[in-house]
């Protein structure tokens, strides 16, 4: 069981807007940095979010990412079909003294 | 451009030990703006963290995840310019996808190698 939760599963229509949430605990996302991963299936993730709220180059201004307290969102917005995939947040855990990763949700285009 | 090649076997027997290495273009393990990492990934237990090497004013340095501390070991080879993984007394739990990833300094973990299924075989 992840010390980060997100929920499992998240859907939305194509232009639609859509979030995933992320939360944790001062040990993780309180008090450290969260990252967002893409991953599709049979392939490495790919890196969407970092430092809270940065893309790296090559990402479109469609994600973007905010962090408040202990929890963190990602919103993609004007959604559409490719945007399907896998969605992880990660923080470093002072606690466990390691990284730790969300479940995961699986975000569907209808 | 940062490429992270991994080899290693896909079948490892129970009890055994896991090696996987992977191979680094484009950057150096001995980098002071990197480290490098494995992560596994399996259905039963999602992406998990099992640890980094990395080099700080050419001291190296060593962190491990809590779930496989005292079996793992991650070690750099600056002659050949990659790392391994060595985790031992593996069990069918240990079955996973593993990874090995670049996290840069100042960002995360944007390069990441293709991924090796290891199956562990009671």
Partial sequence: QSVVTQPPSASGTPGQRVTISCSGSSSNIGGNYVHWFQQFPGTAPKLLIYKNNHRPSGVPDRFSASKSGTSASLAISGLRSEDEADYYCAAWDDSLSGRVFGGGTKLTVL | ?122
């Fill in chain 2, 1 to 122: 451009q940062v490429q992270l090649q991994q080899s290693g076997p896909a079948v490892v027997k129970a009890s055994q030990t896991l090696s996987l290495t992977c191979d680094i273009s484009g950057d150096s393990v001995s980098s002071n703006s990197a480290t490098w990492n494995w992560i596994r990934q399996s259905p039963s237990r999602g992406l998990e963290w099992l640890g980094r090497t990395y080099y700080r004013r050419s001291k190296l340095y060593n962190d491990y995840g809590i779930s496989v501390r005292g079996r793992i070991s991650i070690n750099p080879d600056t002659s050949k310019n990659q790392f391994s993984l060595h985790l031992n007394s593996v069990t069918p739990e240990d079955t996973a996808v593993y990874y090995c990833a670049r996290e840069l300094f100042g960002s995360d973990f944007d390069y990441w190698g293709q991924g090796t299924l290891v199956t562990v075989s009671s």
